[in-house]
């Protein structure tokens, strides 16, 4: 399965004491195929990284390689926007799931909570 990494797990994967490491490397071990869309790379890009953590995160997820946002995504990403009761303000998340959704991928993300009323999206 692919399945794109949100910028809560990036974060917390690749910064800091990298808690979730062991659990990106478990879903590499398990077969999964990650992967990082070009909303999630904006958000990490924007963020206070190091040298070294931006070195990481070329090697594991270059950025030639984020799956785009697209006109395919878009539409989906408008689709979950007009579906779901409080729209406004999770434009980012509402655009993470679409760019997974559009791309038959699952998300790996520390805030459930931010995605589990979205249809069709398939939480790791």
Request: charged fraction near 25%; proline fraction near 5%; charge should be negative.
């Amino acid at each position: 399965m692919i399945v794109h990494v949100d910028t809560s797990a990036l974060v917390d994967a690749l910064t800091g004491p990298r808690r979730s490491l062991e659990t990106l490397i478990a879903l590499t071990d398990r077969g999964h195929r990650l992967a990082l869309s070009t909303i999630v790379l904006y958000e990490w890009l924007r963020g206070p990284r190091t040298r070294e953590e931006l070195a990481v995160q070329e090697e594991l997820f270059p950025s030639e390689q984020a799956v785009a946002f697209g006109p395919a995504e878009a539409a989906v990403a408008a689709r979950l926007y007009k579906q779901v009761s409080r729209a406004r303000g999770r434009e980012i998340d509402l655009a993470v799931a679409a760019c997974a959704i559009a791309n038959g991928a699952g998300v790996w993300t520390l805030n459930p909570g931010d995605f589990r009323d979205l249809p069709d999206l398939r939480l790791i």
